[in-house]
């Protein structure tokens, strides 16, 4: 499937940067349309753990249905960037929350600069849903508790789940990883995705040395000494894990380690759902949904997987 007009119309705008180059990317992936949020009640909060963790909570004009699940959700960025008012914290959180009648938390934790590495972040997620998990009533959840975030933020979640379980703690009803970069090295491309990359300008992707360099930096140890805890396909067992819903991008070079992540859950009996969301690349969620079948088809899978 060709990609999406919305994309198509602005590949002159980035055929001449450079890979790596993101800085130069605003126009393309900058919407045509102003977003127009939903109905939604938006409140700030600050969750404790080892640092105040700024949170938003997203609930329908009127609060969630009783029986409504709840999610908690962490935006991408490559563990350098990203915030609560990107269209993948804001634009998600007010969709899924108004659409699925249900509480959506969106939690902006700690980045991988100026020294920090990880763990942080993932103690960051761990605080956020045991937080959301202690303080269940009072938030007004009545039904099941996942946790999700793309592209770093899938990651995030990834790891987290494992950290939860190898330390007994708590663990969520579902774990929504859309377009995950699961793996800290490198990976093979099928020739579907090859002649699929190959109608892409460089700069709209993520070199293999560049990406290892960065997620090297981001743990702040070698590639080699990657875990579960790091990256989710590093680990060593993937069992005895919630059920995954894992969304990947047909115009996308971190794909196939989506692929291989949900291929090795199901593997070891965890119950996966998985498919290619055709006709974008990666980062779709942060376009305005009306202007991407693609976002909105999506967006209506993570529900379907919530039971909304």
Known sequence: MPLEEIYLKKMHLVKDVPAGDWMTLGPFFA???????????????????QVQIPARIYTPAGGAASDAPALVWFHGGAFMGGDLDM????????????LGKMTVITVDYRLCNDGVTFPAPQEDATAAIAWVQSNKAQLGIGGKIYAGGASAGACLTGSTVQILRDKGLEQVDGALLIYPVAHGGTWEFSEWQQERLA????????????????NSRIMGKPLDQATG??????????????AHLVINCEFDDLAPSGERYALDLARAGVTVTQYTELGVPHGHLNKNPKEVAGARNSLSNMLKFMGR
Do not use: C, M
């Open 31 to 49: 919407d045509d349309e102003p977003y127009v949020g939903r109905d939604v009640e938006i409140k700030h909060v600050t969750i404790p753990g």
């Open 87 to 98: 269209g993948e914290s804001h634009f998600v959180s007010s969709e899924l929350a108004y």
């Open 199 to 214: 109608q892409l300008p460089a700069a709209v992707g993520f070199p293999d040395e560049w990406r290892k360099g960065l």
């Open 229 to 242: 805890h790091d990256f989710p396909g590093d680990g060593s067992f993937f069992g005895n894990l919630p």
